[in-house]
């Protein structure tokens, strides 16, 4: 069966493949909807693609990696990986996008009809990725309304009856305050517990701004991302200055950029990278396709494939920078409160020395004392002292709630309020955290609404009743978070729902592209928009170097899966600590669902187009009836258009 080509703006009519029917938009009587919009400059354009690939992933996530995974040698390994795989593939999805002008759905069913489901499947994770990335907004939200009050209240430990509460004792203050205030976590995913009234009132909240920012497509949404994506970076630099003014933000940065190249034996090092570079670029979320399809065909999206990725990549090492300064700050000052203590036992003589034991430094002063004085001493002398006097750690302390939730709403409010100020800073910070989430909330729900109303007319028509409808039945959804065992679900769906499924689409994508469409084709396609034809490596790196590396991320995500009972981190009430506890029988169940539920499109589309195939060859031959095609010859699809449209292709 001969496939059409990819759309030029010349295009008057292209055969539709299916009929038409009530609510089902044409899938190629025309290159795209009449009434879809454009970009009202190149800047809009830009401030969408930077603000939906830079996340709060580059400031919790990407820290954490860099920090566990050597440092400085991981920052070489994720530029090698971006360049190779990262760029290639956001290079794909810009260039498809923006040749076809719809959304995913529209885009993979003209590439490859077998292979359609792909874009429903982009939607599906779409869906599931927005329903608990807005709780996060929502949290942002609880801790941005109690910023304004001083002290913080995590800033100190509650008391009842000139008691310390026992849970905050035992842990500290932004511990208490975030799992027992905000979330009143219960202590597994078994036990579901009530609504969080306050984090439901925030969540309407999030879900309403979303929708508001939303309800008129694209004209609306850039409006507020103005705003949502430059104020993080002014926010991200003002931390930057202050924290480099900290004492031990310097130990904090050589702490992370410290090169251990000995990583990149390990396996999991690898996947890790390539799994970073995969969502930092948002691959496979269809929101790339969404907002490329908006642009006019000349656009050099080849530039525009590497400047978002090299202005996120840049996103990532300055959050990185302002994370590893403001934790140095806050681990020198717990530190240093560390060797106090300790000291304070030897000038109080609580623990009496051999004259031998005895420390060169002033211990009759203990904030005097060095770190490296204390540590050397120590190290020294540990096995032979009688008392208890422990082990004060900079790297240790450095270790400690540096990823996702952790280090947001613990490890970085305690940082917080050791600084001057520090209702300030926390409201930035907050703020900061809600406009990262906007902008790619914004991407998110762009890659759901842009595929369904070029699908479906009903729905084109419809664009403002879609975009409240999707947010009210988000809002209703989400409300499964705001329980006090939300947490655990956020974490689930986080972990789960996405991964794998997103993997799998790219797996797709890259295939349906390099093979079945043809990656030559493809490169005359895009030669066709630009005036100038790709450098020809972008042939191979699809069709080798991208596929092969995300059928091993794939192979090496699934192996992970299985060899690895799937764990969560759980807040322990009794004893205020975390604990890493297995998913209980029926929550396998559920997130063995999202991941089946998201891929499910795929083989139903494939089934779909070779059934109806079926049927039209039947019906055709049934018009035909005992007349033969006498003529063979082959006319391109170039000639048969004058030259506009692009080369056919054989699925």
Not at 55 to 78: D, E, I, S
Not at 317 to 346: D, I
Not at 374 to 381: C, F, G
Request: proline residues 5%; glycine residues 8%; hydrophobic residues 45%.
């Amino acid at each position: 069966m001969e496939k059409q080509p990819l759309p030029t703006d010349d295009d008057d009519k292209v055969e539709a493949a299916e009929p038409e029917v009530d609510c089902y938009a044409p899938e190629q009587g025309s290159s795209e909807p009449a009434s879809r919009a454009g970009w009202n400059s190149k800047i809009e354009y830009f401030l969408a693609q930077v603000g939906f690939s830079v996340g709060l992933g580059n400031v919790w996530r990407f820290p954490y990696l860099c920090h566990q995974n050597g440092g400085g040698a991981f920052l070489l390994l994720y530029i090698l990986l971006m360049l190779i795989v990262g760029i290639p593939l956001f290079f794909l999805e810009l260039a498809a996008g923006q040749a076809i002008r719809q959304g995913s759905i529209g885009v993979w069913k003209y590439i490859s009809p077998k292979l359609s489901g792909i874009g429903y499947s982009s939607c599906v994770v779409c869906f599931f990725v927005a329903l608990y990335y807005n709780v996060i907004l929502a949290w942002s939200l609880y801790y941005f309304g109690n910023s304004f009050q001083y002290p913080l209240p995590w800033e100190q430990c509650p008391e009842l009856g000139n008691i310390t509460v026992k849970e905050c004792k035992s842990s500290s203050p932004t511990s208490y305050f975030w799992y027992r205030k905000a979330l009143d976590v219960t202590d597994s995913i078994d036990e579901m517990g009530s609504f969080n009234v306050y984090i439901v009132g925030c969540l309407l909240l999030a879900w309403t701004i979303v929708c508001l920012g939303m309800f008129k497509g694209i004209k609306s949404s850039v409006k507020v991302m103005y705003f949502s994506s430059i104020f993080p970076y002014v926010v991200l630099i003002c931390f930057l200055i202050r924290g480099l003014l900290q004492d031990g933000a310097s130990e904090g940065i050589a702490y992370m950029f410290y090169p251990k190249l000995e990583i990149w034996a390990d396996v999991q090092v690898w996947r890790q990278a390539a799994t970073q570079v995969f969502f930092a670029l948002g691959l496979g979320f269809g929101s790339i396709i969404a907002y490329s399809s908006y642009n006019p065909k000349n656009n050099n999206c080849h530039r525009d494939a590497f400047t978002v990725s090299f202005i996120n990549f840049l996103t990532s090492v300055l959050a990185t920078l302002v994370v590893f300064a403001v934790l140095g700050f806050r681990a020198k000052k717990t530190v240093m409160a560390c060797v106090s203590s300790n000291v304070q036992k030897l000038s109080e003589h609580s623990c009496v020395l051999d004259t031998h034991l005895l420390p060169t430094f002033n211990y009759s002063d203990p904030g005097s004392v060095a770190l490296e004085d204390y540590t050397r001493w120590l190290e020294q002398n540990e096995h032979q002292l009688p008392c208890n006097i422990t082990a004060c750690d900079l790297e240790k302390e450095m270790q400690k709630g540096v990823e996702g939730t952790g280090l947001a709403f613990i490890a970085f409010t305690e940082a917080m309020t050791l600084l001057p100020g520090s209702p300030f800073w926390s409201a930035l910070f907050f703020l900061m955290l809600l406009n990262l989430g906007l902008s790619t909330m914004f991407g998110t729900m762009e890659g759901i609404l842009a595929p369904l109303r070029d699908r479906f007319k009903c729905l084109s028509k419809n664009k403002t009743k879609l975009t409240i409808g999707s947010c009210i039945i988000g809002f209703l959804i989400g409300l499964l978070f705001t329980q006090r065992c939300g947490n655990y679900f956020v974490t689930m769906f986080d972990d789960y729902s996405a991964t794998l499924p997103l993997i799998i689409v790219v797996v797709f994508e890259t295939f349906s592209v390099s093979w079945l469409y043809g990656a030559d084709r493809f490169l005359d396609d895009i030669e066709g928009m630009l005036g100038w034809r790709p450098p020809v490596i972008y042939k191979y790196l699809w069709k080798y170097v991208c596929l092969l590396a995300m059928l091993g991320l794939l192979g090496a995500t699934i192996i992970g899966m299985f060899i690895k009972t799937p764990t969560y981190m759980a807040w322990n009430q009794e004893t205020a600590s975390e604990d890493h506890l297995p998913y209980p029988g029926w929550a396998l169940a559920v997130l063995s669902l999202l991941i089946i539920f998201a891929m499910l499109p795929v083989p139903v589309g494939l089934v779909h187009s070779v059934v109806w195939d079926r049927r039209r060859r039947t019906h055709r031959d049934t018009e035909t009836g005992h007349y033969s095609i006498v003529s063979t010859d082959e006319t391109p699809m170039s000639e048969l258009d004058n030259g506009n449209a692009f080369p056919a292709s054989v699925s």
